[in-house]
């Protein structure tokens, strides 16, 4: 059996690869597929944020931490409106800023402190390569 921190790492890469195939379609196509690969990577990304984010809930819960409750709720809204309601370019940069967010918040917050360094690396590279997807996914939106 694999180590927890082998089965984090390989479900984290996993994670990224649809960020990526999305990211490379998107713009190595055009016309419909191109939509449709837009359209992919935009959901996907939502979904990672709103997964993310609501890893929060269970630590918050545990610590007392009714901010970060609230947060992880200001960000998923903000994550989906910007998803609904924005055009496909600025869409792809408001969520790649979400993701890049929820780095920063779980960076600097103190409940966030006990999370192992393995982790703290591995989170900056993955939202690194999804942040960069979205931004050159953008760049053709």
């Known amino acids: 059996m694999r180590t927890l921190p082998g089965v984090v790492v390989f479900l984290g890469a996993a994670g990224v690869v649809p960020l990526l195939i999305s990211g490379g379609v998107a713009l190595g196509t055009g016309g419909r597929l191109s939509e449709v690969a837009f359209t992919a990577l935009s959901s996907y990304a939502l979904a990672i944020i709103c997964f993310l984010s609501g890893s929060w809930w269970g630590i918050a819960l545990l610590r007392r931490e009714t901010a970060v409750v609230i947060m992880s709720n200001l960000v998923v809204v903000g994550a989906w409106f ?3 309601l924005l055009g496909s370019k600025p869409a792809l940069l408001a969520l790649a800023c979400f993701l890049v967010l929820t780095a920063i918040v779980e960076g ?3 409940m966030f ?4 360094r ?3 690396r591995l989170r900056l590279v993955l939202t690194g390569l999804a942040g ?3 931004l050159s996914a953008a760049t053709l939106a």
Do not use: F, K
Request: no cysteine.
């Open 108 to 110: 600097v917050h103190p």
């Open 113 to 116: 402190r006990p999370q192992p």
């Open 132 to 134: 960069g997807s979205l």
């Open 118 to 120: 393995y982790y703290r």
């Open 82 to 84: 910007a998803w609904l």
